[in-house]
């Protein structure tokens, strides 16, 4: 497996077991990326989708779901939650 950072947005988490999850992602590099998420859901709360920043994934090369590794958040766009019509078009362009 190949590691790899990039810039990214999570656009939708899904509930797969007691604390892990499958996430949908886009990137402007690789485009939309399906990730595997192990403790995704821990006692410091969810994971914050709609806000771009990097990620890091290892990527199977015989599968197109990929395992998450890490995500920081770019506190830029921190504000994109608080905005309504931010988000409402956010939600319109990914789903």
Same mark, same amino acid.
């Given at each position: 497996m190949?590691?790899?950072?990039? #810039?990214?947005?999570?656009?939708?988490?899904?509930?797969?077991s @007691?604390r &892990?999850?499958?996430?949908?992602?886009?990137s402007p #590099?690789?485009?939309?990326?399906?990730?595997?998420? $192990?403790k995704?859901? &821990?006692?410091?709360?969810?994971?914050?989708t709609?806000? $771009?920043?990097?990620?890091? +994934?290892?990527?199977? #090369?015989?599968? @197109?779901?990929? !395992?998450?590794?890490?995500? &920081?958040?770019? $506190?830029d +766009?921190?504000?994109?939650t608080?905005? $309504? #019509?931010?988000?409402? !078009?956010?939600?319109?362009?990914? @789903?």
């Amino acid at each position: 497996m190949k590691q790899i950072t990039t #810039e990214a947005i999570v656009y939708k988490i899904m509930h797969y077991s @007691d604390r &892990s999850a499958v996430a949908l992602a886009f990137s402007p #590099e690789h485009g939309k990326l399906k990730l595997f998420m $192990p403790k995704a859901y &821990s006692s410091k709360g969810g994971f914050m989708t709609f806000v $771009p920043g990097s990620i890091t +994934y290892n990527q199977k #090369e015989t599968s @197109d779901l990929h !395992r998450f590794t890490s995500f &920081s958040h770019n $506190p830029d +766009y921190y504000h994109y939650t608080q905005t $309504p #019509e931010i988000m409402m !078009r956010m939600h319109l362009c990914f @789903d």
